[in-house]
């Protein structure tokens, strides 16, 4: 049976499926979903995708959505070869970081465009929804990054940063690999010479020997893949891995984009709270992964991966500013629990938590 795409045409990540299925040449079944008419709101598609977003993959029993993993889906499984998606692992995480750009900052922008226009009957882009977009498309993001020693740049506060942190005590790299703090407060991650190893400005960023890559869900993969004894946090079969890259992606896109909403107007604007439309977006990406949990143990499965990591570091950030209520979001709050257990979780994400909290505290003061 062919699998069977579900989606919108008018919708960019949609297009992007269609475009990676014709390179491959497979046959796969197409359903449109009328987002318009709230059919991705209705029972039979919110089992198939809890998420209640496009596109989504249904082949045979297994599911997946976010176009990301899809495509890599896709050509993991039905390629004649991996020129789509490179099994080399320095190949793969340079693909793997240009796709959380375009999940995290790009289509996010992209959003804050269309989103007014097509649901809220906006006849003008906002400026500042525009430059956003503009700088994002710009060519710094063209240039290629500048070989360096292992080394890790980020700061505690930096809750992708912890994740990264999360990941290397998990594989025992801890005395092995160097920190360098980047204070962003100060501006360092503006400076000329950071701005030759990332000329996206973000952390962390992580150097290997001549290989150079930055944005937290791909560092993890890219450290389990090469150091790690099993593949138990980044498993390598194909529909468990998929099931990671989604978590890790919702992370990104949603849960993240949510948290940096909430805390950039009390961190650098002088805000004294956050506003209700903030919180009630970041409470209904909480709500999602409640109902992730509700399949599982942990988010991506029976065991810890590296999308718990990045998940937790957000989530527990976002709780300062938005908290999460133990009675309404019981799958989380017993999750929490489990993953502040683990033997590293004190030194990989607490510690910067314990930061970022007293910031936080500071500024609404």
Not at 201 to 230: E, M, R
Not at 231 to 255: C, T
Request: overall charge negative; proline content about 6%.
């Amino acid at each position: 049976m062919a699998p069977i795409l579900y989606g919108i045409e008018a919708s960019p990540p949609v297009r992007a499926c269609f475009i990676t299925i014709e390179a491959l040449g497979i046959d796969v079944k197409y359903k449109e979903v009328n987002l318009l008419e709230g059919e991705h709101l209705k029972p039979e598609f919110l089992k198939i995708n809890p998420l209640h977003t496009v596109p989504t993959l249904q082949d045979g029993d297994f599911s997946i959505c976010d176009s990301h993993v899809i495509t890599a889906y896709l050509v993991g499984k039905y390629g004649k070869d991996d020129s789509l998606y490179p099994k080399d692992l320095q190949r793969r995480a340079v693909v793997d970081q240009r796709m959380y750009f375009e999940a995290g900052i790009l289509f996010n922008r992209l959003r804050a465009v269309t989103f007014p226009i097509v649901f809220e009957g906006v006849k003008v882009v906002k400026e500042d929804a525009a430059a956003g977009l503009e700088e994002a498309s710009s060519p710094s993001v063209q240039r290629k990054p500048v070989t360096m020693p292992p080394i890790l740049y980020g700061s505690l506060f930096s809750p992708p940063y912890r994740a990264t942190l999360l990941t290397i005590q998990a594989l025992g790299l801890q005395d092995a690999v160097e920190y360098q703090e980047v204070n962003t407060r100060n501006g360092d991650h503006l400076k000329p010479e950071y701005l030759k190893l990332n000329p996206l400005h973000t952390i962390p960023a992580f150097k290997d020997g001549d290989f150079t890559i930055w944005d937290s869900h791909v560092i993890n993969a890219y450290l389990v893949d090469k150091y790690a004894k099993d593949d138990s946090l980044y498993p390598k079969d194909l529909e468990k891995r998929a099931v990671v890259d989604q978590r890790l992606f919702f992370d990104v896109g949603v849960l993240f984009n949510g948290l940096r909403a909430a805390a950039l107007p009390v961190l650098k604007f002088g805000a004294k709270g956050v506003d209700k439309e903030t919180a009630a977006s970041l409470e209904n990406a909480y709500n999602s992964l409640e109902l992730l949990l509700e399949r599982s143990t942990y988010v991506a499965g029976e065991h810890v991966t590296i999308a718990d990591f990045s998940i937790v570091s957000t989530l527990t950030s976002a709780n300062v500013l938005v908290p999460i209520a133990s009675n309404r979001f019981p799958k989380i709050s017993g999750w929490l629990t489990k993953m502040q257990a683990l033997p590293y979780y004190a030194a990989g994400n607490q510690a910067g938590l314990d930061k970022f909290t007293e910031l936080v505290k500071s500024k609404l003061a």
